[in-house]
């Protein structure tokens, strides 16, 4: 259902830009959320990746917040003496390096043609340091805001989150299709089994698109 408030949540004018450029489709029958397991990264920790689809219609624009122990993984260019860590709330962070501990970093995946509020997150830095130049930390959230020019898409690559082993993330937010119609977002990772349908066979298809490289499983599969 509808969810009243999207305007406070985004910037209204650049909403109304992006769903005058896109054309109405059929009416969307409902969001869906996959959850897939990662497996583990390294010992003690646990790795899921998050999709938001919308059949039949396209996601335009969405904010979305990840709440929970966060692991993070920092970095500075060339480890200048005095600098501070830079965060790496985004998929567009990572360009350009290797892959050695993205697989432990928590971030969001999409990469927008438009980020109406800069991705952020939050590290403490506690974890100590790993591969030259990289930092491990904690982190309690992620947020991103942001919106396609154009046509969206019907499934949205969100997140990889990295917990503890045993622990969950809230995912909370609001995406919106091309006709402004808002669709919340509300769900835990990984949610109690009696609370989802499982979603074998559903991987292959998000693993091109998400690109990791890694061996994973789609665990479950929810309808709003």
């Known amino acids: 259902m509808p969810n009243a408030g999207w305007s406070s949540r985004l910037r209204s004018s650049s909403i109304a830009f992006v769903l005058f450029m896109v054309c109405p489709l059929a009416s969307a029958t409902g969001l869906e959320v996959l959850v897939t397991d990662l497996g583990s990264p390294a010992p003690g920790l646990a790795a899921y990746s998050v999709a938001l689809t919308l059949p039949g219609e396209f996601i335009i624009a969405w904010d979305i917040e990840i709440q929970g122990s966060l692991h993070q993984v920092a970095w500075q260019p060339q480890s200048p003496i005095g600098r501070p860590p830079v965060l790496t709330p ?17 971030h969001f995946l999409m990469r927008p043609d ?7 997150e939050d590290n403490d830095l506690s974890g100590g340091l790993g591969s030259p130049g990289f930092a491990y930390g904690w982190g309690t959230y992620m947020r991103m805001v942001g919106a396609f020019v154009g046509v969206g898409v019907e499934a949205l690559d969100v997140a990889q989150i990295v917990l503890p082993e045993g622990s969950a993330a809230h995912v909370t937010g609001v995406v919106a299709g091309p006709m402004g119609e808002e669709f919340p977002v509300g769900f835990v990772v990984p949610e109690p089994s009696g609370l989802l349908l499982l979603a074998a066979g559903s991987l292959a298809m998000f693993r091109r698109r998400r690109g990791l490289g890694r061996p994973g499983h789609a665990i479950a599969k929810r309808h709003f």
């Open 90 to 106: 985004s998929v567009e962070d990572w360009d350009g390096l290797g892959s050695l501990e993205r697989p432990l970093d928590s």
């Open 114 to 120: 438009i980020v109406l509020v800069p991705p952020e």
